[in-house]
């Protein structure tokens, strides 16, 4: 790794952004959240990058995870609400540790547990606290406030009254599980459209069916990386609404596209909710 100026602008600035925020979140006091799943879930996930990191002397790499990856990760946490002592105390322990090698006094300054951190055992990530499902249901929530901007640039709308989020129709979840599956193996529509017709639901859903196959055999990039159930998006959006409300300013309503004849509910995709705004 070659320190240059800017490099070590960078880390400097880094250094006082982590020290802020690790002193903020240790004056929190909440209660347990839907988010604490996702954070702790994203920092074991990182401990498994950073030792792969360490066993091919990436200094370059560990670095950027510990001092920028993993910030981003709790400012998000931070943003979402979440407030969890337990969780807080559990991430920010872990974080003081990885830091130690390379910044071992902001660490050991950050550390608020017993004995000194250079004494103390080398975080390992453990697998049970990883949830694909946790970050899925997260990473819709981005997706959606992202595409929430995009809706209000078209709409040339500052100030929206409300936003209406559909979550996709149940049938669909299990389309794009079997097509999720089927396209690891082969991209001939026909072929995967053999595969989805074999279940009966989806074979009444006939013209529904073949359009969305074909546009997202074309673009796969509108398949998720894990495909949750209309349940757990639900749940995720659910959870999310005060937060969707406060990062708008207005009222936002979340239904199953199911239960709703308006057409934008038909946009809805496991995924990728359908999104209409007045």
């Known amino acids: 790794m070659v320190w240059t100026e800017e490099l070590v602008l960078n880390y400097k600035n880094a250094l006082e952004r982590i020290y802020a925020l690790v002193q903020s979140m240790q004056k929190v006091d909440g209660k347990a959240q839907l988010v604490d799943a996702w954070i702790l879930s994203r920092v074991h996930g990182r401990l498994k990058k950073i030792a792969q990191s360490m066993g091919n002397y990436d200094l ?8 920028f990856a993993m910030y981003d990760d709790l400012r998000w946490y931070v943003r979402r609400g979440g407030m969890n002592p337990k969780v807080i105390v559990e991430v920010a322990d872990v974080w003081c540790k990885l830091m130690n090698p390379i910044t071992p006094h902001l660490s050991e300054e950050l550390h608020t547990g017993e004995g000194l951190i250079s004494a103390s055992s080398w975080p390992i ?3 049970e606290k990883i949830n694909r499902k946790a970050e899925a249901g997260e990473e819709l929530l981005k997706e959606t406030m992202e595409g929430m901007r995009k809706v209000l640039k078209l ?13 996709a129709e149940s049938w669909r979840y299990e389309l794009m599980a ?14 995967i459209m053999r595969k989805v017709l ?12 073949s359009t969305i ?7 796969t990039s509108k398949i998720p990386p894990l495909v949750i159930s209309q349940e ?4 995720t959006m659910l959870d999310a609404k005060e937060f969707l409300e406060k990062e708008f300013e207005c009222k ?11 057409p934008k509910a038909k946009s809805a995709l496991p995924g990728k909710v359908g999104i209409l705004v007045e």
């Open 213 to 219: 196959v074909t546009s997202v055999v074309k673009d």
């Open 252 to 262: 936002v309503e979340i239904l199953i596209a199911d239960e709703s004849t308006q």
């Open 125 to 127: 990530a453990a697998e």
């Open 232 to 235: 757990e998006e639900l749940k």
């Open 198 to 209: 074999e279940t009966e639901e989806l074979k009444m859903k006939g013209k529904e069916v």
């Open 155 to 167: 709409a040339k709308m500052e100030k929206p009254r409300t936003f209406t989020l559909f979550i």
């Open 60 to 67: 370059r790499e560990l670095a950027s995870e510990v001092y």
């Open 178 to 191: 079997v097509v999720s599956r089927e396209i690891k193996v082969t991209r001939d529509i026909g072929e």
